[in-house]
């Protein structure tokens, strides 16, 4: 028992920022990559053939070669040490996880996923991210990239001229409104011309100031439609833990129902007995979990349109 822990903790404060890793954790994914009963047979400083990993994944060496090939640098890290030549591969620790988590998620994300996860170019190099001298709160990949165009959306509008920023006393927040001291200034410009050109000015100012309004308009619409996305996608997440929660405290108490260890089992088959819950309670969840979720989410926006209605 103490064995098993040990190499599920240790497993843990390797990958705690890997991007792979992050993806499946706190998931049924994460008790299946966890509790698999090849870790009994890992030993951090040795190395691995791939048609050896290949038995334990049950695949064959050719399909371990392909997945590989495109991550490379992720599963090396570039390393020295490592023994592998042009025509034998050989896989560390590390290198033996982190193909297990791509050969875990490859059906959900294929291989341009992965990528995209890991940060993978067209060359096959990792992209390193940009260090920030602050301390920043991190975000979801998609709603950063949904905030920074909108940033720089809204700084193309304020650049125009056409819009001001100001405090609304009643909200207690920053609000777009429209710049009248720029068609002020504009019009004060122009050089006096006859009246039916003043008119045509005149008219596109109008024009002009109705379509700025309806900017304005869209403008505030997605920031409240971000603002509403992020604060469902907080609760949804929050739901799946609930569920996963709840389904892992059923499967404990079912297990112990249905097993009924014996003080020799405890003393001399601990280990195993260890990997024999994980692998049940991993199963009992991955039955149950996509109809419970399903449902809770159901339940979730149908109680949130019914609130939407009154």
């Known amino acids: 028992m103490e064995q098993t822990i040990s190499i599920e903790n240790r497993i843990k404060e390797i990958f705690a920022d890997d991007p792979l890793y992050l993806v499946i954790k706190e998931t049924p994914t994460e008790q299946l990559f966890l509790s698999e009963p090849y870790l009994s047979n890992l030993i951090e400083k040795k190395?691995?053939?791939?048609?050896?990993?290949?038995?334990?994944?049950?695949?064959?060496?050719?399909q371990i070669r392909y997945y590989i090939k495109p991550f490379e640098e992720y599963l090396f890290d570039d390393e020295a040490s490592n023994p592998t030549t042009a025509s034998v591969i050989r896989l560390d620790f590390k290198a033996v996880l982190k193909l297990r988590m791509i050969l875990l998620l490859k059906d959900e994300y294929r291989v341009k996923g992965l990528k995209q996860l890991l940060r993978i170019n067209k060359?096959?190099?990792?992209?390193?991210?940009?260090?920030?001298t602050t301390t920043e709160v991190g975000m979801p990949d998609n709603i950063e990239y949904r905030l920074n165009a909108m940033s720089q959306a809204l700084e193309q509008i304020m650049k125009t001229g056409l819009f001001k920023m100001e405090h609304n006393e009643e909200t207690k927040q920053m609000q777009l409104s429209l710049n009248d001291d720029f068609f002020k200034q504009d019009i004060k410009a122009l050089s006096?011309?006859?009246?039916?050109?003043?008119?045509?000015?005149?008219m596109a100012t109008k024009i002009l100031e109705q379509e700025n309004t309806e900017l304005k308009m869209k403008v505030e619409e997605?920031?409240?439609?971000?603002?509403?996305?992020?604060?469902?996608?907080?609760?949804?997440?929050?739901?799946?833990?609930?569920?996963?929660?709840?389904?892992?405290n059923e499967a404990v108490q079912q297990y112990s129902q249905q097993k009924k260890i014996t003080l020799f089992q405890k003393l001399f088959r601990s280990a195993q007995l260890e990997v024999d819950k994980k692998l049940y309670i991993a199963a009992y969840i991955e039955e149950?979990?996509?109809?419970?979720?399903?449902?809770?989410?159901?339940?979730?926006?149908?109680?949130?349109?019914?609130y939407q209605d009154e």
């Open 47 to 62: 190395f691995y053939s791939t048609p050896e990993v290949a038995s334990w994944f049950d695949v064959t060496d050719a």
């Open 123 to 132: 060359d096959g190099h990792i992209v390193k991210k940009r260090t920030s």
């Open 192 to 202: 006096p011309e006859p009246s039916q050109e003043l008119e045509e000015v005149q």
């Open 222 to 248: 997605i920031m409240a439609s971000n603002k509403e996305d992020i604060a469902i996608r907080i609760r949804e997440k929050a739901i799946e833990q609930i569920v996963l929660s709840r389904l892992q």
């Open 288 to 306: 149950r979990f996509s109809k419970q979720l399903t449902q809770a989410l159901l339940e979730y926006h149908e109680q949130s349109l019914s």
